[in-house]
């Protein structure tokens, strides 16, 4: 599976961006896509992921209530809504896909990744 992440961009506090990531190649195997994010001089942490079945969803504490995940099969493209976007929202986002009902907050469980997409939060 390649993935390909795009929607980044620079928005003020408050504002709102959608990032999307979408799936090329096979991906009949993929049961979650994941988004993770790393902010300069920090280690890559988990944001969001959703199932591809059943459209199950987890999120980071730091997100609920302000970001949403989603997903459209047909189009093999997942989403990441971001409201009131905050400046330690700031990080580069990464989609991810995983063959494997683990845990969807650890790297480990996935086995491919997009090339990230930058999103900066000016307060």
């Known amino acids: 599976v390649q993935l390909q992440a795009s929607g980044g961009g620079l928005v003020q506090a408050g504002d709102s961006l959608r990032l999307s990531c979408t799936a090329s190649?096979?991906?009949?195997?993929?049961?979650?896509m994941g988004w993770f994010r790393q902010a300069p001089g920090k280690e890559r942490e988990f944001v969001a992921a959703?199932?591809?079945?059943?459209?199950?969803?987890d999120y980071a504490d730091s997100v609920k209530g302000r970001f949403t995940v989603s997903r459209d099969n047909a189009r093999s493209t997942g989403y990441l809504q971001m409201n009131s976007l905050k400046p330690e929202d700031t990080a580069v986002y990464y989609c991810?896909?995983?063959?494997?009902?683990?845990?969807?907050?650890?790297?480990?469980?996935?086995?491919?990744w997009g090339q990230g997409t930058q999103v900066t939060v000016s307060s």
């Open positions: 190649r096979s991906t009949f195997r993929v049961v979650r």
């Open positions: 959703i199932t591809t079945g059943g459209g199950t969803t």
């Open positions: 991810a896909s995983s063959a494997a009902y683990s845990s969807p907050w650890s790297l480990r469980a996935y086995d491919s």
